[in-house]
T-cell receptor
Framework: GESVGLHLPTLSVQEGDNSIINCAYS??????FIWYKQESGKGPQFIID?????DKRQGQRVTVLLNKTVKHLSLQIAATQPGDSAVYFC?????????????FGAGTRLAVHP | SAVISQKPSRDICQRGTSLTIQCQVD?????MFWYRQQPGQSLTLIAT?????????ESGFVIDKFPISRPNLTFSTLTVSNMSPEDSSIYLC???????????????FGAGSRLTVL
């Protein structure tokens, strides 16, 4: 199918700890993946992306890992801060009808406690 | 990346009425995408709107229920017709943007329009 799912619906962490948000995807033909962050009352905001020919990509305080063997993505946030509290979505690019469209996963709510 | 403005930001609607959501982009874009986000859930693509052609709807969404206009390269509207409480959702407009890799299409989203149908 075209679904992208997540293992954990909610995640609570202490400020300063590292967070790991997981995602499973089902479309083995997908070659591009994106993580989005959605804060309350706002639209999703791009965090980081990765191509299928990569297994790791690092940004500022964030790392995305891709395991194509088991069709698994993860987003690691280092030294989690209160401002990281949001819902995080993984998404995959699906080419259909001659154009690319984004298919979103279920989302994980990250709650950061002081 | 493009700046997207949506109106209204929120509204409370009566059952059986229709509401049109407007999406304005600060740059010309070929394709615009409309998503629905039901309460506590993920985003689901409703349709893709190309300027000058009819919108392409995803499975489960039909033009009679969600008519879309795309009169120019910076504007689109989505109408939610004959609303029921099940249509209570956030409706988001998005446009493509450049990701980190050549050819990668990263969507930029508006803040969304939160509709509550009573």
């Amino acid at each position: 199918g075209e679904s992208v799912g997540l293992h954990l619906p909610t995640l609570s962490v202490q400020e300063g700890d590292n967070s790991i948000i997981n995602c499973a995807y089902s479309n083995s033909a997908s070659d591009y993946f994106i993580w989005y962050k959605q804060e309350s009352g706002k639209g999703p905001q791009f965090i980081i992306d990765i191509r299928s020919n990569m297994d790791k990509r690092q940004g500022q305080r964030v790392t995305v890992l891709l395991n194509k063997t088991v069709k698994h993505l993860s987003l690691q946030i280092a030294a989690t801060q209160p401002g990281d509290s949001a819902v995080y979505f993984c998404a995959e690019i699906l080419t259909s009808g001659g154009y690319n469209k984004l298919i979103f996963g279920a989302g994980t709510r990250l709650a950061v406690h002081p | 990346s493009a700046v997207i403005s949506q109106k209204p930001s929120r509204d409370i609607c009566q059952r059986g009425t229709s509401l049109t959501i407007q999406c304005q982009v600060d740059s010309q874009v070929t394709m615009m995408f409309w998503y629905r986000q039901q309460p506590g859930q993920s985003l689901t693509l409703i349709a893709t709107a190309n300027q000058g052609s009819e919108a392409t709807y995803e499975s489960g969404f039909v033009i009679d229920k969600f008519p879309i206009s795309r009169p120019n390269l910076t504007f689109s509207t989505l109408t939610v017709s004959n609303m029921s409480p099940e249509d209570s959702s956030i409706y988001l407009c998005s446009v493509g943007g450049r990701g980190s890799f050549s050819g990668a299409n990263v969507l930029t989203f508006g803040a969304g329009s939160r509709l509550t149908v009573l």
